[in-house]
Structures are given as C-alpha cells and as structure tokens.
C-alpha cells in the first residue's frame, strides 16, 4: 500500500508538472503575461519539493500535499472564470486533487511504518553480553 501511495504520489506530482508546463507554454487562453513569468510562478513552485519526493522523505510529501492545494485553487478558479478554461480546470483539479491525496497517504502511511521499525529497533536486549568486564575471566598458572 506504501509503495502504491507513492507512485501514485510521483505520477501526479509529474502531471501537475506536465499539465502546469503545457499551460504556460500556450495550452488554453494566452494571458497578457509573459510566458517565462508564468514558468516561474506556475511551474517554479512544483520544482522545490521534487528531490525529497523522489528520495521517498515523508515529511516533504506532507508539506508538498501542502503546495498541491494551491494548484487546486487555480484550477478551482479556472472552472469558474470561463467557458474555455473549464476542460483544463477540471484536469487541474483531478491532477492536483490526486497529488493531495497521494501525498497525504504516502506520509501517513510512511510516517507510520518509519514509526513502529524505530520502536522495535531501539528495544534493548532482554539477556545481558558474555564479554562483560566487570568479570574478566581468571588468569590460569
């Protein structure tokens, strides 16, 4: 289930990437802004948490799942700014409502596991070592 929850994770964050690329390239309604500007700010923000996402860190998928819901109120604002930005909010918000969710479950479920292998491994031994030096063995004749 961990591994589904991040690859689920991964392939969504990679299709906000795609999709968010693809728009400020010229998808949909040109903007009077200039398209490198758009880069930056739609496409710029998505960058940062992708080598903690591609290392598998927990905590990164959290705050990421944190950034996808700002890409879920675009995409919210593009279904209902017009007509013709409807089709690529709809996409937005399925991309950007399954990169949420994913995230969301990889860090839970992750966290979890991270949580239960620290406790198990940090149990002492119940018998204490052989080689004790408080009884150093008798010195024979």
């Known amino acids: 289930m961990i591994r589904?929850?991040?690859w689920?994770?991964?392939?969504?964050w990679a299709g906000l990437i795609a999709f968010w690329f693809a728009r400020a390239v010229?998808?949909?309604q040109t903007p009077q802004v200039p398209r490198a500007l758009l880069l930056v700010f739609h496409v710029g923000p998505l960058l940062f948490p992708l080598r903690g996402l591609l290392d598998g860190r927990p905590y990164t998928h959290a705050w990421a799942s944190f950034l996808a819901?700002?890409?879920?109120v675009l995409s919210v604002d593009d279904i209902a700014g017009g007509l013709s930005d409807r089709p690529l909010g709809a996409i937005g918000l399925?991309?950007?409502?399954?990169?949420?969710?994913a995230c969301v479950a990889y860090a839970r479920l992750e966290g979890?596991?991270?949580?239960?292998?620290?406790?198990?491994?940090?149990?002492e031994p119940l018998t204490a070592p052989s080689d004790s030096k408080?009884?150093?063995p008798a010195a024979s004749d």
């Open 4 to 6: 589904i929850a991040r």
């Open 8 to 12: 689920l994770a991964l392939l969504a």
């Open 26 to 28: 010229g998808l949909g």
């Open 69 to 72: 819901l700002w890409y879920f």
């Open 94 to 101: 399925g991309l950007a409502t399954s990169a949420f969710v």
């Open 112 to 123: 979890r596991r991270r949580k239960i292998d620290s406790q198990t491994n940090t149990a």
């Open 134 to 136: 408080e009884n150093p």
